[in-house]
């Protein structure tokens, strides 16, 4: 039995699958063993699908394992140092050495891994999302949310988007196109993997952007619908996987206050929040983005819905936002994260901190601020804190409306709060 689901051939970098059978029962002792020290075995028994390097006490092969040590991306099964049986993951080199898929004994063969994306799919349709003609993209795999810790999958009419952060995920990315192509049948057209940025930097096998699967050689259908709210994707060159899912909740919340209002959609990319506003009758909205390719793709898609009252503007949010007192009734911030790493924390919040201070400052009286941060390492209170601080920097009174994070097809693993990576507020201005 392969303790690898699959291995990379070195002649022409394709994945050749050898999955365990699907009838073959589960032994421990044909994985390789990964033991963790004393005390070190607190968060896996709450379920926590992380192991750390440093909880790591010993690595046990089985004995007719090819090689002289644990391989990344290999299958493992993770004990305490009293022998108790604790789960399977995947085994990566890095401070998180094992991403935990099972603490339970499973044979990780494909019948398994159809069974998570069946699952999460079940979920989305539970959440009106898979079968809604008026909403046709979604996040359909949201990693530690959905039992797959390093996998995501996005949804866009059609084709499905795969980014990969696990090595042991990744290897076998053919098993979720298979299963991806039985569960939705005619419906999808293509996967598309872009996992190319998102693997580790030294991870052993290649992972270039490209398409895994398509239906046909036809052009795609890349314009997405969401709260009837029409989208030019760019999957294969854009940010991430094209679109920015998980502010779909939080836009149709902005539709809501934007009527006859005057808008700013700051760090704009798609022009998302921008689109919304317009089409729920804001008197004029405006768009800044330092990247020109974002704002062109704004203007494809105001194009796109037939929207009028609109400009955009190649500008640094920090500069454009200075001498714009009494400009806009509506300002939306959401930079992209400031901090990815504890180290620089500090200067991601003092970063935030100047920037919710100069829209603070030049919001109408009465303005509402739609302010966001998605720097996993910077949580909800010290983000609340911050955007507090600035209020009291700028000397202007601020009612909290409303506590804002990602929609629930983006689902947190209660034994998982590093999910919850997304927090924003709707402040009052006086």
């Not at 800044?288 to 929207?307: F, G, P, Q, V």
């Amino acid at each position: 039995m392969p303790y690898r689901d699959c291995k990379e051939s070195l002649e022409d970098s394709t994945i050749k699958l050898s999955t365990f059978a699907p009838n073959t029962l589960f032994m421990s002792d044909q994985f390789i063993k990964v033991i963790l020290a004393n005390g070190k075995d607190h968060s896996v028994k709450r379920f926590h699908p992380w192991v750390f390097s440093g909880a790591i006490k010993k690595i046990s092969l089985p004995p007719d394992y090819e090689g002289d040590d644990v391989k990344e991306g290999d299958v493992v099964v993770v004990y305490s140092v009293q022998d108790e049986f604790l789960g399977m993951g995947h085994y990566q080199i890095g401070s998180i050495a094992v991403r935990m898929f099972s603490f339970t004994e499973v044979i990780p063969n494909y019948d398994f891994w159809k069974s998570k994306i069946q699952k999460a799919y079940d979920f989305r349709t539970q959440l009106n999302l898979t079968q809604n003609s008026s909403t046709n993209c979604y996040r359909l795999c949201f990693g530690e949310g959905d039992g797959l810790p390093g996998f995501i999958i996005d949804y866009y009419n059609g084709t499905a988007v795969f980014q990969s952060h696990s090595i042991g995920l990744h290897l076998i990315k053919h098993e979720f196109v298979k299963a991806l192509q039985e569960i939705y049948g005619d419906e999808l057209q293509a996967v598309y993997d872009k996992s190319e940025e998102t693997m580790p930097k030294n991870a052993p096998i290649k992972a270039p952007n490209g398409y895994l699967w398509k239906r046909t050689d036809s052009p795609l259908e890349t314009v997405a619908v969401e709260n009837n709210h029409k989208f030019s994707v760019d999957w294969e060159g854009g940010q991430k996987t094209g679109f920015f899912l998980d502010q779909r909740e939080n836009r149709e919340l902005l539709a809501h206050y934007s009527k006859d209002k005057v808008v700013l959609n700051t760090f704009c990319y798609t022009g998302g929040f921008s689109v919304y506003a317009a089409l729920a009758g804001a008197k004029e909205v405006h768009s800044t983005d330092i990247s020109k390719k974002a704002i062109e793709l704004t203007d494809k898609n105001i194009e796109l819905n037939n929207i009028k009252n609109h400009t955009s503007f190649v500008a640094d949010t920090f500069d454009f936002l200075k001498n714009r007192e009494n400009t806009y009734d509506i300002i939306v911030l959401d930079p992209p994260a400031f901090a990815k790493h504890q180290n620089v924390k500090h200067n991601a919040i003092m970063g935030y901190k100047r920037l919710n201070y100069e829209a603070i400052k030049q919001i109408k009286p009465g303005g509402l601020l739609f302010t966001f941060s998605c720097s996993q390492v910077v949580d909800k209170n010290t983000f609340n804190s911050t955007v507090m601080a600035a209020a009291i920097e700028a000397g202007r009174n601020v009612r909290v409306l409303h506590h804002l994070s990602q929609p629930p097809d983006h689902c947190v693993n209660i034994f998982h709060p590093e999910g919850e990576y997304l927090k924003g507020l709707v402040v009052h201005v006086e």
